[in-house]
Protein backbone atom coordinates (compact mmCIF):
# COMPACT_ATOMS: atom_id res chain seq x y z
CA UNK A 1 0.00 0.00 0.00
CA UNK A 2 1.08 3.27 -1.40
CA UNK A 3 2.00 5.72 1.97
CA UNK A 4 1.91 9.57 1.46
CA UNK A 5 4.74 10.84 3.28
CA UNK A 6 4.24 14.06 5.75
CA UNK A 7 0.66 13.01 5.86
CA UNK A 8 -0.95 12.48 9.23
CA UNK A 9 -4.20 11.61 10.21
CA UNK A 10 -5.84 11.67 13.16
CA UNK A 11 -8.60 9.56 13.64
CA UNK A 12 -11.58 8.51 16.05
CA UNK A 13 -15.31 8.48 17.11
CA UNK A 14 -18.18 11.56 17.93
CA UNK A 15 -16.48 13.35 20.95
CA UNK A 16 -13.21 12.13 21.37
CA UNK A 17 -11.66 15.81 20.70
CA UNK A 18 -9.97 15.51 17.26
CA UNK A 19 -10.58 18.87 15.97
CA UNK A 20 -9.16 20.14 18.83
CA UNK A 21 -6.06 17.97 19.56
CA UNK A 22 -5.89 18.50 15.62
CA UNK A 23 -5.30 21.89 15.95
CA UNK A 24 -2.75 22.09 18.97
CA UNK A 25 -0.61 19.13 17.18
CA UNK A 26 -0.32 21.55 13.80
CA UNK A 27 0.55 24.85 16.45
CA UNK A 28 2.91 22.84 18.28
CA UNK A 29 4.86 21.78 15.26
CA UNK A 30 4.68 25.34 14.10
CA UNK A 31 6.31 26.52 17.36
CA UNK A 32 9.22 23.89 17.15
CA UNK A 33 10.14 25.08 13.69
CA UNK A 34 7.91 22.67 11.37
CA UNK A 35 5.72 23.83 8.42
CA UNK A 36 2.38 22.20 9.22
CA UNK A 37 -1.18 22.92 8.34
CA UNK A 38 -4.65 21.55 9.95
CA UNK A 39 -7.27 20.25 7.31
CA UNK A 40 -9.89 18.32 7.69
CA UNK A 41 -12.89 16.05 6.28
CA UNK A 42 -15.61 16.79 4.97
CA UNK A 43 -13.32 19.31 2.98
CA UNK A 44 -15.40 20.63 -0.20
CA UNK A 45 -17.90 23.07 1.74
CA UNK A 46 -20.30 22.73 -1.16
CA UNK A 47 -20.67 19.26 -0.84
CA UNK A 48 -21.14 19.67 3.09
CA UNK A 49 -24.61 19.99 2.78
CA UNK A 50 -25.51 17.27 0.52
CA UNK A 51 -23.36 15.24 2.68
CA UNK A 52 -25.76 15.98 5.61
CA UNK A 53 -28.85 15.46 3.78
CA UNK A 54 -27.98 12.24 3.31
CA UNK A 55 -26.93 11.60 7.14
CA UNK A 56 -30.33 12.45 8.12
CA UNK A 57 -32.79 9.68 9.09
CA UNK A 58 -35.17 10.79 6.68
CA UNK A 59 -33.15 11.10 3.75
CA UNK A 60 -30.36 8.79 3.71
CA UNK A 61 -28.16 7.66 0.57
CA UNK A 62 -25.74 5.13 1.27
CA UNK A 63 -23.97 4.69 -1.45
CA UNK A 64 -24.40 8.13 -2.36
CA UNK A 65 -23.02 9.50 0.80
CA UNK A 66 -20.59 6.75 0.59
CA UNK A 67 -19.74 8.25 -3.55
CA UNK A 68 -19.68 11.75 -2.26
CA UNK A 69 -17.37 11.27 1.04
CA UNK A 70 -14.68 9.78 -1.84
CA UNK A 71 -15.29 12.32 -4.31
CA UNK A 72 -14.71 14.71 -1.16
CA UNK A 73 -11.86 12.83 -0.52
CA UNK A 74 -10.23 12.93 -3.95
CA UNK A 75 -10.22 16.60 -4.49
CA UNK A 76 -8.91 17.00 -1.17
CA UNK A 77 -5.62 14.83 -1.98
CA UNK A 78 -5.29 17.60 -4.55
CA UNK A 79 -4.81 20.05 -2.07
CA UNK A 80 -3.05 17.77 0.56
CA UNK A 81 -0.38 17.02 -2.00
CA UNK A 82 0.16 20.40 -3.00
CA UNK A 83 0.70 21.46 0.20
CA UNK A 84 3.02 18.60 1.07
CA UNK A 85 5.32 19.72 -2.29
CA UNK A 86 5.49 23.23 -0.64
CA UNK A 87 6.71 21.57 2.50
CA UNK A 88 4.37 21.55 4.93
CA UNK A 89 3.72 18.61 7.10
CA UNK A 90 -0.42 18.09 6.69
CA UNK A 91 -2.42 16.88 9.85
CA UNK A 92 -5.88 15.47 8.29
CA UNK A 93 -9.14 15.83 10.94
CA UNK A 94 -10.28 12.40 9.40
CA UNK A 95 -8.93 10.09 6.90
CA UNK A 96 -10.14 6.67 4.46
CA UNK A 97 -10.98 4.86 8.59
CA UNK A 98 -13.72 7.20 8.89
CA UNK A 99 -15.31 5.80 5.83
CA UNK A 100 -14.87 2.38 6.83
CA UNK A 101 -16.70 3.13 10.30
CA UNK A 102 -19.15 5.46 8.90
CA UNK A 103 -20.01 3.48 5.81
CA UNK A 104 -20.30 0.00 7.21
CA UNK A 105 -22.46 1.49 10.25
CA UNK A 106 -24.69 2.89 7.06
CA UNK A 107 -25.25 -0.82 5.75
CA UNK A 108 -22.33 -1.19 3.03
CA UNK A 109 -20.00 -3.90 2.48
CA UNK A 110 -16.41 -3.69 3.49
CA UNK A 111 -15.16 -4.54 0.10
CA UNK A 112 -17.21 -2.09 -1.56
CA UNK A 113 -16.10 0.89 0.61
CA UNK A 114 -12.36 -0.19 0.08
CA UNK A 115 -12.84 -0.10 -3.99
CA UNK A 116 -14.02 3.43 -3.67
CA UNK A 117 -11.80 4.62 -1.59
CA UNK A 118 -9.02 2.60 -3.58
CA UNK A 119 -7.39 5.92 -4.85
CA UNK A 120 -6.52 6.95 -1.22
CA UNK A 121 -2.66 6.76 -0.40
CA UNK A 122 -2.24 5.46 3.56
CA UNK A 123 -0.44 8.45 5.98
CA UNK A 124 2.71 8.49 6.73
CA UNK A 125 1.10 8.31 10.63
CA UNK A 126 -2.03 7.71 11.94
CA UNK A 127 -2.89 8.98 15.32
CA UNK A 128 -6.05 7.46 16.65
CA UNK A 129 -7.93 9.09 19.57
CA UNK A 130 -9.75 6.46 22.28
CA UNK A 131 -12.62 7.57 24.70
CA UNK A 132 -15.23 5.05 26.43
CA UNK A 133 -19.18 5.65 25.43
CA UNK A 134 -19.84 7.43 28.42
CA UNK A 135 -17.47 10.05 28.26
CA UNK A 136 -18.44 10.49 24.77
CA UNK A 137 -22.20 10.72 25.12
CA UNK A 138 -22.20 13.52 27.98
CA UNK A 139 -19.28 14.84 25.57
CA UNK A 140 -21.67 15.02 22.59
CA UNK A 141 -25.35 16.03 24.63
CA UNK A 142 -25.22 19.33 22.70
CA UNK A 143 -24.57 18.30 19.48
CA UNK A 144 -27.08 15.43 19.69
CA UNK A 145 -29.99 17.95 20.76
CA UNK A 146 -29.54 20.08 17.47
CA UNK A 147 -29.18 17.70 15.55
CA UNK A 148 -31.66 14.74 16.41
CA UNK A 149 -31.70 13.76 12.69
CA UNK A 150 -28.65 12.69 12.27
CA UNK A 151 -28.48 9.40 11.88
CA UNK A 152 -24.98 8.92 12.99
CA UNK A 153 -25.62 10.65 15.83
CA UNK A 154 -28.40 7.96 16.85
CA UNK A 155 -27.82 5.81 20.21
CA UNK A 156 -27.65 2.86 17.92
CA UNK A 157 -25.28 4.01 15.69
CA UNK A 158 -22.50 5.72 18.47
CA UNK A 159 -22.50 2.08 19.89
CA UNK A 160 -21.40 0.84 16.79
CA UNK A 161 -19.55 3.75 16.17
CA UNK A 162 -17.63 2.63 19.14
CA UNK A 163 -17.18 -1.10 18.72
CA UNK A 164 -16.12 -0.38 14.86
CA UNK A 165 -13.32 1.87 16.30
CA UNK A 166 -12.34 -0.36 19.24
CA UNK A 167 -11.87 -2.96 16.25
CA UNK A 168 -9.54 -1.03 14.36
CA UNK A 169 -7.34 0.25 17.12
CA UNK A 170 -6.69 -3.00 18.57
CA UNK A 171 -6.15 -4.13 14.63
CA UNK A 172 -3.18 -2.15 14.42
CA UNK A 173 -2.43 -1.23 17.78
CA UNK A 174 0.85 -2.92 17.41
CA UNK A 175 1.81 -0.75 14.44
CA UNK A 176 4.90 1.87 14.50
CA UNK A 177 2.75 4.05 12.48
CA UNK A 178 0.01 4.53 14.73
CA UNK A 179 -0.28 6.53 17.97
CA UNK A 180 -3.56 5.45 20.17
CA UNK A 181 -3.94 8.07 23.05
CA UNK A 182 -6.26 7.54 25.72
CA UNK A 183 -8.87 11.01 24.79
CA UNK A 184 -10.03 10.94 28.05
CA UNK A 185 -7.22 13.25 28.81
CA UNK A 186 -6.50 16.96 28.89
CA UNK A 187 -6.70 18.13 25.55
CA UNK A 188 -3.32 19.43 26.08
CA UNK A 189 -1.59 15.93 27.25
CA UNK A 190 -2.98 14.48 24.52
CA UNK A 191 -1.84 16.85 21.89
CA UNK A 192 1.66 16.62 23.38
CA UNK A 193 1.71 12.72 22.96
CA UNK A 194 1.12 13.56 19.69
CA UNK A 195 3.67 16.24 18.93
CA UNK A 196 6.05 13.46 20.86
CA UNK A 197 4.77 11.11 18.50
CA UNK A 198 5.71 12.61 15.14
CA UNK A 199 8.85 14.10 16.01
CA UNK A 200 10.17 11.01 17.17
CA UNK A 201 8.64 8.92 13.84
CA UNK A 202 9.84 11.68 11.28
CA UNK A 203 13.21 12.62 12.42
CA UNK A 204 15.51 12.09 9.33
Request: aromatic share 6%; net charge positive; proline share 4%.
Amino acid sequence: MLHLRDLIAVEGAHGTGKTSISKLLVRSLQSKGRRSLYTREPHVHSLTKVMTQLSTTGTRGPIALACLVAADRFLHLVQIRDSISQGFTVVTDRYVTSSFVYQVIDGLPFGLIRQINSFAPEPELKIYLKAPYRVRVKRLKEKINTRPHDFFLTDRALLREQRLYDTVINREAKSTRCLIIDATQPVRECADQAVRFVIRSTEK
